[in-house]
């Protein structure tokens, strides 16, 4: 034998030898039921995630309710108690108000400039130390385009309209809003909307874009839709992971899940807004729908911009993250406006840069 293969043959010998490298196992639960076809986009990031990951790193999932309650998830990934949670931001808004625009604006962003923003413009960034301050690291990886709007037993038409109506409806800013224009907030789980509006503890709800909307059933207890979804212009979704838990795992790993993150970002569009579409032929079928005249949503717009400074303002996290997003507006309007029919949305007139600026330090 000679050294060379004597020496081959020593080392695949002590190879196998050695004890095989354990593989990471993390349990990963959502704040959405099998019952919402939001879970998709979860479902999607982690089947992608275990195709990625192979022999390093499994995740075993499971739904919405299944381990420990939608409220509790966030406590749940900041304690260590599983590895990973699906969420939208905007439910932790209680814990720091920048959660808000890290998951919706009204009548700001669309669905592309979320994208924009978190890949290029410093939003990924922003998530990360926003989560970072309760102990967690951030992947988003789903993004709608604007939400359906309020679902109701009367007609909204108008701002007239919705006066005085109790309307189910979440988010801080999104709130603030309602109230400015006459309508009154009720927050409650999603859960719980479509046997709220069957008794009429409610007049109306928002909860989501129209094929979520759809696998709710709120076609069954309402008659009348008010389009578009203006408090809600664009919606954010992603994965908390304990932070204890990202660090065990190797860079090559870490790599691996923000790539099945940035994949199921532009996946998430693209399906969620072809199964949009087929529902609202759907809803066209069962319901009245109303959409606001362009009047009205400048009106709504102007209001949301001094909504949204108020609210920044209150918190240098929330008024840095704006900021962030505004200045990204502003700078993209240069060429979007440029381009203009043909690139991608609407450059918004919205909230006042240097009054953000000045809140956020």
């Not at 293969?5 to 002590?14: D, E, N, V």
């Not at 919706?104 to 130390?129: C, K, M, R, S």
């Not at 301050?133 to 701002?159: A, D, H, K």
């Not at 309307?167 to 046997?195: K, T």
Request: charged share 20%; with cysteine; glycine share 8%.
């Amino acid at each position: 034998m000679t050294t060379k293969a004597l020496a081959l043959g020593t080392a695949l010998a002590a190879a196998t030898a050695m004890p095989a490298l354990a593989q990471e196992s993390w349990t990963m639960t959502s704040t959405w039921p099998s019952s919402l076809e939001l879970i998709e986009t979860d479902r999607h990031f982690v089947e992608l995630a275990n195709a990625l990951t192979g022999d390093d790193l499994q995740i075993e999932f499971y739904e919405g309710g299944a381990l420990v309650p939608a409220g509790e998830v966030f406590g749940a990934v900041e304690s260590g108690t599983i590895q990973a949670g699906a969420d939208w931001p905007g439910y932790w808004a209680g814990r720091d108000s920048a959660f808000s625009p890290l998951a919706t604006t009204p009548a700001l962003f669309n669905a592309v400039d979320y994208v924009n923003w978190i890949q290029q413009w410093g939003g990924a960034e922003l998530y990360d130390e926003i989560y970072g301050q309760f102990g967690m690291v951030y992947l988003p990886y789903g993004v709608t385009n604007n939400e359906s709007g309020f679902r109701t037993s009367e007609p909204i038409r108008n701002l007239d309209d919705l006066e005085g109506k109790r309307l189910r409806l979440s988010g801080l800013e999104q709130g603030r809003l309602l109230e400015r224009l006459g309508g009154n907030q009720v927050s409650m789980a999603g859960g719980e909307i479509y046997q709220a509006l069957e008794r009429g503890v409610i007049d109306g709800a928002e909860f989501s874009t129209p094929n979520v909307d759809w696998s709710a059933g709120f076609q069954q207890v309402t008659d009348y839709w008010a389009t578009p979804g203006w408090h809600q212009s664009a919606s954010v979704f992603g994965v908390m992971i304990n932070q204890q838990a990202w660090d065990a795992l190797s860079e090559e790993t870490q790599r691996k899940l923000e790539i099945a993150a940035e994949a199921t970002l532009l996946w998430s569009l693209a399906f969620t807004e072809k199964r949009a579409t087929e529902a609202y032929a759907q809803f066209q079928e069962e319901v009245e729908i109303n959409r606001y005249d362009d009047e009205t949503l400048e009106q709504i717009q102007q209001m949301a911009n001094e909504v949204i400074v108020e609210t920044a303002c209150e918190n240098p996290n929330s008024a840095k993250v704006y900021l962030s997003m505004v200045e990204y507006l502003n700078d993209y309007a240069k060429w979007r406006d440029a381009s203009a029919p043909y690139n991608l949305g609407r450059t918004p007139n919205g909230p006042d840069v240097e009054a953000l600026r000045e809140c956020a330090g």
